[in-house]
């Protein structure tokens, strides 16, 4: 896996320059945050494919959106966090809003799916 030759590459690396175990501690963030992104996009996509979107049209739009850019690790992150400038780039309302929004979509669509989830 040509994924997982360059992440012992790093390790190295990082193990090297920030002490022994980093690279180690480095690669399970990185699976962990990868696998759950993994997790929460096929659900989104999941959910747009059960409201009516066709598959290839929503794997598009979030590959030429700020998620498919890789927007916050290649833009957000080098220029605000890693300078410490932790100011909100998007309103919490409007993420509130979108999020409800989402809810309301999977009630709609799915009205048994929350009592669902909370049995598991």
């Known amino acids: 896996m040509i994924l997982g030759i360059g992440l012992e590459c790093r390790e190295i690396a990082?193990?090297?320059?920030?002490?022994?175990?980093?690279?180690?501690?480095?690669?399970?963030?990185?699976?962990?945050?990868?696998?759950?992104l993994d997790l929460v996009m096929?659900?989104?996509?999941?959910?747009?494919?059960?409201?009516?979107?066709?598959a290839a049209t929503i794997v598009?739009?979030?590959?030429?959106?700020?998620?498919?850019?890789?927007?916050?690790?290649?833009?957000?992150?080098?220029?605000?966090?890693?300078?410490?400038?932790?100011?909100p780039r998007f309103s919490l309302a409007l993420a509130a809003k979108d999020l409800g929004l989402a809810q309301k979509l999977a009630r709609y669509r799915h009205p048994d799916a929350a009592q669902r989830a909370v049995r598991k």
């Open 60 to 87: 598009k739009v979030f590959n030429e959106a700020a998620l498919g850019q890789m927007m916050s690790l290649k833009v957000r992150l080098p220029t605000t966090y890693l300078r410490g400038d932790f100011e």
């Open 14 to 36: 990082l193990a090297s320059a920030d002490g022994i175990g980093t690279g180690s501690i480095a690669k399970i963030m990185h699976n962990s945050a990868s696998f759950t």
């Open 42 to 54: 096929a659900e989104c996509w999941t959910a747009g494919v059960k409201a009516g979107i066709d």
